[in-house]
């Protein structure tokens, strides 16, 4: 028999083969396992970083915000059953009324003719509008409270925008299969469990009276049977209403959970806002040398350049009528004040070796500024050197 030793023990090529096959079977299974993962997890392990206000400023424009529609649910709940019950009374009488005149002699023996069927309809419309406009309004009421109360002022009509991507069934099973739809269950599980042992107890508690409305009068009888509905419902309502707040900070929970942005996210989005460093450089470079080619036009117009001799120039501009002092109109040092200096020999213009005068205008003073009354003398002199230059080569 073939076989081969390993650790003192002879295991047949039948057997290798047998563990080899279940390896394999072993790696398909985490493989597949792994998959299984992926597909219920919710989220992305790499968005630890809390969302920017601009982040959640587009996410409030297209309707994502954090709020409980069972908050709002039990709160106009809530309202209406406080509504019923302080108008209780009126709306009992006006029932009244209404089916005593609708169930008259004179209405049932009525001819049916097309103007007292309008008549009629007229009657019923404006009867049960009168009824259900204090409910209307104090479920709106309470409606833009909560809301307001959850969400603020907001009007956008992105959540009408179809979305298609919804549609897709492996994104529907996932949402059904998600921790939040299991959480949802449990919760939907425990508050019928609690609503329907409210209800039940509260009931139980109130029986005996239930049997004796039997022998009082309607309004007596309603008068009881609204009361065990009105001490049940606000019974349920308070623990519903609890329950809300605490699916309220969930859901705040959940929408500051589902914002949360990768650090590459947020570095994208800081070069969007302040633009990328590599344009921002190049566009700098552009201003400077646009700025430079202004400030080369404008060395022809100088009276007169004062150099350093080879590291700065300074062109000074000036004129009495217009200028309480002189100007500097150019600066550069290096390669620029060569080509200060060049443009100045073109046109002309008097160059003037100062090195303390040239430094202390190119560190001190800015292009388009005034000279300081500190270096008005040594300007001055160096003006009227200028002029004095000009004079002779005009009599000359």
């Known amino acids: ?4 030793i390993m650790c003192g023990q002879v295991i047949d090529n039948n057997d290798n083969q047998f563990i080899l096959n279940n390896k394999t ?10 998959f299984n993962l992926q597909f219920f997890a919710e989220g992305d392990s790499d968005k630890t970083e809390e969302a920017t206000p601009r982040r959640k400023t587009e996410a409030r424009k297209k309707g994502q915000v954090a709020k409980s529609v069972e908050l709002n649910s039990v709160v106009v709940l809530l309202g209406l059953f406080i509504i019923l019950n302080s108008l209780g009374s009126w709306f009992y009488f006006q029932f009244v009324d209404y ?21 009629l309809s007229f009657q019923h419309l404006l009867f049960y509008g009168k009824i259900f406009l204090p409910l209307g309004l104090g479920a709106m009421l309470f409606g833009l409270i909560v809301n307001y109360a ?15 991507g919804r549609i897709n069934l492996f994104s529907g099973f996932k949402r ?6 299991l959480v949802e269950l449990v919760k939907a599980s425990i508050k019928l469990i609690i609503v329907s042992y409210v209800a039940y107890s509260t009931i139980k508690a109130r029986y005996s009276v239930l049997i004796l409305s039997i022998r009082q009068s309607p309004f007596k009888a309603a008068l009881d049977v609204w009361s065990i509905l009105y001490q049940v419902t606000m019974k349920i309502c308070v623990f519903l209403l609890i329950l809300a707040v605490f699916d309220y900070a969930y859901q705040r929970w959940e929408y500051n959970k589902s914002l949360r942005m990768t650090k590459k996210e947020i570095k994208d989005e800081f070069k969007q806002m302040e633009g990328d460093p590599q344009v921002k450089a190049k566009i700098k470079q552009r201003q400077r040398q646009m700025a430079a080619r202004r400030m080369m036009q404008e060395v022809p117009k100088a009276d ?11 062109a000074l501009k000036y004129d009495p009528l217009s200028m309480a002092a002189p100007v500097v109109i150019a600066k550069g040092e290096g390669y620029v004040a060569a080509k200060i200096k060049e443009i100045a020999k073109e046109h002309d213009i008097v160059t003037v070796e100062n090195k303390p005068l040239a430094q202390t205008l190119f560190k001190t003073v800015d292009i388009g500024e005034e000279v300081p009354a500190k270096l008005f003398q040594a300007v001055a002199e160096v003006l009227a050197f200028v002029y004095r230059l000009r004079q002779q080569r005009a009599s000359g």
């Open 25 to 34: 079977e072993i790696e398909k299974l985490q493989v597949s396992l792994q």
């Open 150 to 164: 959850q969400v603020g002022v907001l009007f956008t009509l992105e959540p009408l925008k179809p979305q298609f």
């Open 99 to 119: 089916f005593k005149d609708t169930l008259s002699p004179a209405q049932l023996n009525r001819e049916l003719t097309v103007n007292a069927l309008k008549e």
């Open 304 to 314: 007169v350049v004062i150099t350093n001799p080879t590291h700065f120039a300074v």
């Open 176 to 181: 059904i299969l998600s921790p939040r739809s």
């Open 1 to 4: 028999m073939s076989g081969t």
